[in-house]
């Protein structure tokens, strides 16, 4: 339906970084993607180093707009001093991006879609109802949306690694290491993002949590 | 337009293109940037008071998403009016009228846009804007290169050559007014019915070879 939203009113914080506006999805669009992130302070991460051929991504060529403050992309090593007001496109979808807040308040506004193709989201998006509810610390309600989209796609591990973590956070332990080992396995590249996750802090210390991190099969024969 | 691995350009540095006598600026952002997947233009209000988005539906399904950049405008959503600040996201859905006027000097809204369920086209009339941009920017000739380019582009479209009717008219260009008229009815008689309402050929409408 039509209508309208401020930026600011928008962006919610859900775990580290920046504040996330889910601009498609808050307005239905699905004719091409559009999502906005806000640093509230200097130096905080805009956009955290991706490409857009990963398993989680959507192949789409990418328009970055700062729509306030000031940022410094970084495009396939090069650095791009990018004050309010400028357009950074990237073209192709193996090239790493990522931007920084040089200014307190910064935003950018990201279009994206797939060339000669109609627009599908990206896998990662399909979290994106559930990590509104991580903002809001109603860790149930993501893991309800969470088990939905597990049950349709059993092996997505974008899928997998948000239950995990939302299990983490709500104190279901066993639950948690069972569905970040199984994302582990489908994808290793969430080895590394889980290492660094504040979201499995209350499970760190679990040896369930570092034999998952290692790879190692679930030695109580529970499986994944 | 060359296939580097990223494109980077201010909004200052993009083409300003007068689209009416109402102020609105047109500001290729797709067209500068060689985006394919889906459309994206921003317009500028230079003073308060002066329309920043067209008024339209968009007739070939498009959903279109505003986002002020900056200064302040006040938009029409169907029959709502919303005072939308720099920050602002405006979506409209295809059959929705909207438009909008700039309440704070330079005013700049960035528009994207595509159809949903099929793969984005690039529309024909970016190259027509581009030559009626040019004529009132006074560089005819750049203009008239850009129509060739529009109706080189949809050889068979009426539109192409009607507009390029319009701008040979404007420039007084007799003989290639009056030839791409007779193409562009050709095409489709419906040329015709907007040339009689059209002003651009009042001077020439007691011509013994004017088409209509």
Redesign the interface.
């Known amino acids: ?8 009113d ?1 962006a919610t914080q859900i775990g580290q970084g920046p504040r996330w506006a889910m ?1 498609r999805t808050h ?1 239905g ?4 993607g ?1 999502n906005a992130y806000v640093a509230d302070e200097a130096g905080g991460t805009l956009i955290s180093e991706h490409d857009e051929v990963g398993k989680q991504a959507g192949r ?2 990418e ?1 970055y ?1 700062v ?2 403050g000031h940022a410094t992309f970084t ?2 090593g ?1 650095e ?1 001093d ?11 979808p193996g ?1 790493k ?1 990522k931007a920084v807040a040089r200014e307190d308040g910064t ?1 950018v ?1 990201i ?9 599908t989201p990206s896998p990662w998006e399909r979290n994106a109802p559930a990590l509104y509810h991580f903002g809001t610390r109603e860790y149930d309600k993501a893991i309800e949306i969470l088990e939905g989209l597990r049950e349709e796609t059993p092996d997505d591990g974008g899928v997998l690694y948000n239950l995990a973590c939302a299990e983490s956070l709500s104190g279901k332990r066993e639950q948690a290491i069972k569905h970040l080992r199984h994302a582990i396995e489908v994808d290793h590249t969430f080895r590394e993002l889980a290492e660094k996750d504040s979201d499995f802090d209350p499970i760190r210390d679990d040896p369930g949590f570092a034999s998952a991190i290692a790879g190692k099969p679930d030695a109580s024969g529970a499986g994944a | 337009m060359s ?10 540095e993009l083409d300003r293109f007068p689209v009416d006598d109402e102020g609105l600026l047109w500001r290729p ?1 797709r067209r500068r ?6 459309g ?1 233009n921003a317009y500028t209000a230079e003073k308060g008071d002066e329309r920043v988005v067209e008024e339209h539906h968009e007739q070939d399904g ?2 279109e ?1 505003y ?1 002020v ?2 200064g302040r405008a006040t ?1 029409t ?2 029959d709502e009016e ?1 005072d ?10 295809p059959g ?1 009228k ?1 438009g909008a006027i700039a309440s704070e000097p330079k005013t ?1 809204v ?1 528009a ?9 086209e690039i529309s024909a009339w970016e190259e027509i804007f581009v030559a009626f941009g040019h004529l009132r920017n006074g560089n005819e000739e750049e203009g008239r290169k850009a129509m060739a380019a529009a109706i080189a582009a949809k050889p068979d479209a009426w539109q192409g050559q009607f507009n390029a009717a319009c701008f040979e008219a404007l420039t007084k260009n007799r003989d290639a007014a009056i030839e791409h008229l007779r193409r562009a009815i050709e095409l489709d008689p419906r040329a015709a019915e907007y040339a009689q309402k059209d002003t651009d050929f009042d001077w020439l409408r007691d011509d013994p070879e004017f088409p209509v």
Request: hydrophobic share 50%; proline share 5%.
């Open positions: 339906m039509s209508g309208t939203a401020r930026l600011s928008l601009v307005f669009i699905s004719a091409f559009v789409h060529e328009l707009f729509g306030s495009v396939d090069d791009i990018a004050p309010a007001g400028t357009f950074v496109f990237v073209r192709d090239v991006r935003a506004v279009a994206g879609g797939r060339p000669g193709e109609a627009f | 296939e580097k691995a990223y494109e980077v350009a201010h909004i200052d952002v940037l060689g985006i394919t997947a889906f994206t498009a959903e998403l986002f950049a900056s938009f959503l169907g919303i939308a600040p720099a920050g602002t996201f405006i979506y409209a859905e929705t909207r700049t960035v994207f846009g595509a159809r949903p369920g099929v793969p984005h």
